[in-house]
């Protein structure tokens, strides 16, 4: 389901847009007035204290601007809150639509069908439950992590099991999804591919969402591939999401595919998202370039702004500074091929 105007809805006969706020075209209307009144009542707070006090006494004359946009804010955020609720949001964030309307469509082989499927990404349920259902996640990830407003015991179980909870909508989906191929007959001689774009770190190391670090729950991303006409098939060693495009290429032209280096690369920028001025000294230590480099049975993780090392596993398992010797050396010997450019520092061979 491709967004017109992307650059990837082309080369294809027939294609489909399900777009919208999440899936949800409904509530676009009620998002862009939400939006608006939201920026209106910030711009409140943005310069001098005299063009703040000019902008509460604006017209109309008995109706400060101040109260008008609280009120306008308050109205948006009500009725979006209702369309969402209707949506049973954020249980469902589209794809059971998406899925559901796969049997409205007449499919001709050859095919390419691209689904992603929302519903194990944040918000969960319990936090629309706890927080409101216009919680804004990043920012509470992010006041957790500097330490400001920290998530307690209770939320952190209530974001675990709403995320398993999650995990069993997306699995009954895909189950869905197996049974329409198999019953339109497109199973058996399909090639197909799940994964994901990346994990969810769940307070396991004291971090709450994804994007700054590069731990395992957050890179070891489920792969499962089925070949075409119950082919049989095991890659063995690292693999990366970026060869996916030649396993596509190599199977659908009845080759083997076999990894190209046995070595894997994942990468981080820091923290992804605005970091409000009150974080920025807090969180600097988080907000770096890392690279994390995977080959066997071993993961090092690179700090590119301290030239350090944060991190060595061997099969998932930390190991202790003092035992990293020679797994340090080749790290770094295949991070040095890794195009970072050249603000990426790499700490001195050992």
């Not at 400001?148 to 015991?153: H, I, M, N, R, T």
Request: charged content about 25%; aromatic content about 10%.
């Amino acid at each position: 389901m491709l967004l017109r105007g992307s650059g990837v809805d082309r080369g294809f006969n027939l294609w489909y847009s399900r777009t919208g706020y999440w899936v949800y075209p409904e509530t676009e209307e009620e998002v862009r007035e939400y939006s608006r009144a939201l920026r209106s009542l910030r711009t409140l707070r943005s310069g001098s204290t005299l063009s703040r006090i000019l902008r509460l006494l604006s017209p109309p004359p008995f109706q400060p601007k101040a109260l008008k946009d609280y009120l306008r804010l308050m109205n948006s955020a009500r009725r979006l809150s209702s369309r969402l609720k209707e949506a049973c949001f954020p249980r469902n964030k589209g794809g059971e639509r998406i899925v559901g309307s796969l049997e409205g469509i007449s499919f001709e082989a050859p095919l390419f069908l691209f689904l992603n499927l929302f519903e194990v990404h944040e918000p969960y349920p319990y936090e629309v439950k706890r927080f409101g259902p216009l919680v804004r996640e990043s920012r509470l990830q992010l006041e957790d992590l500097a330490g400001l407003k920290p998530l307690s015991e209770r939320d952190v179980e209530g974001i675990r099991s709403s995320y398993r909870s999650q995990v069993k909508v997306a699995d009954s989906l895909v189950c869905d999804l197996l049974k329409f191929l198999k019953g339109n007959g497109l199973y058996q001689d399909s090639l197909l591919i799940l994964t994901s774009d990346h994990g969810q770190s769940l307070k396991e190391r004291g971090y709450y969402g994804h994007g700054i670090f590069l731990y395992d729950e957050l890179v070891r991303v489920p792969l499962m591939v089925k070949l075409p006409k119950a082919r049989a098939g095991r890659v063995e060693g690292p693999f990366s999401l970026v060869e996916i495009p030649q396993l596509i290429g190599e199977v659908l032209e009845g080759g083997n595919y076999a990894p190209r280096t046995g070595v894997a690369y994942a990468e981080s920028f820091g923290v992804h998202s605005f970091l409000p001025e009150h974080l920025r000294d807090r969180l600097k230590w988080a907000d770096a370039k890392r690279l994390a480099v995977f080959y066997r049975d071993t993961k090092v993780v690179l700090n590119g702004d301290l030239g350090e090392v944060e991190e060595m596993s061997v099969n998932s398992t930390p190991l202790p500074r003092w035992k990293w010797g020679e797994r340090v050396g080749k790290a770094l010997q295949l991070a040095s091929t890794f195009e970072w450019g050249r603000d990426f520092l790499l700490p001195p061979a050992p």
